[in-house]
């Protein structure tokens, strides 16, 4: 990645927060600096994401408050990577309804069927600070609104059932326990 090189730097692969970590729940605060350290904390996490593996990351499931996510829904072996990233996004229109089996890196081993919109547009900056909108749809809208829920604290195990959201809460909380006892 070119401007990690120009910085002298790799990019790192950062520890992931898991459910039930308090930190999660921190919504993200504007970027304002679109400067060298923001693209060496893309560059990080895109690192992170691939080597997840993950089609999205945001900015807080590393414990940085900043409201930044990348997708990348290019999943086939023989498929092109596809990064994007979104700063600052605000999902501006939403139709349609669709459910998938979700699965979230903050929330290992779990996949829920989640509702979320079909389409979207999304209003977001690029890495260096230019606006953009993109209209979505498939996986890609999917990733895009799950990772934005991540930038105001809102988890996919907000969207379940009680008592799906019971159960959840009661596997990641028994391994969280198991993490610490290690
Ligand atoms: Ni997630």
């Known amino acids: 990645m070119l401007s990690g090189q120009l910085l002298g730097g790799f990019p790192l692969i950062r520890p992931i927060l898991f459910y039930p970590d308090k930190r999660l ?37 590393l414990g940085i408050s900043k409201r930044l996510f990348i997708v990348d829904v290019a999943t086939g072996e023989d498929e092109p990577s596809d990064l994007r990233v979104f700063i600052n996004p605000e999902i501006i229109e939403a139709e349609g309804d669709t459910t998938f089996n979700e699965g ?22 690029d890495p260096d600070g230019k606006p953009f909108e993109l209209e979505a749809d498939g996986l890609l809208a999917i990733a895009i609104q799950h990772e934005n829920d ?8 907000d969207h379940l059932s009680v008592l799906r959201r019971r159960l959840v809460h009661r596997a990641m909380t028994k391994r969280a326990a198991v993490d610490a006892a290690q």
């Not at 504007?30 to 993950?54: H, K, N, Q, S």
């Not at 991540?150 to 195990?157: A, V």
């Open 25 to 61: 729940r921190n919504p993200g605060k504007e970027v304002e600096e679109f400067d060298a350290e923001l693209r060496e904390l893309i560059e990080d996490m895109a690192e992170t994401m691939y080597a997840a593996p993950g089609v999205g990351l945001a900015a807080p499931q």
């Open 150 to 157: 991540h930038l105001d604290g809102k988890l996919m195990i």
């Open 104 to 125: 979230c890196l903050s929330f290992p081993g779990i996949r829920e069927d989640i509702d979320r919109a079909e389409r979207i547009k999304v209003r977001a900056a």
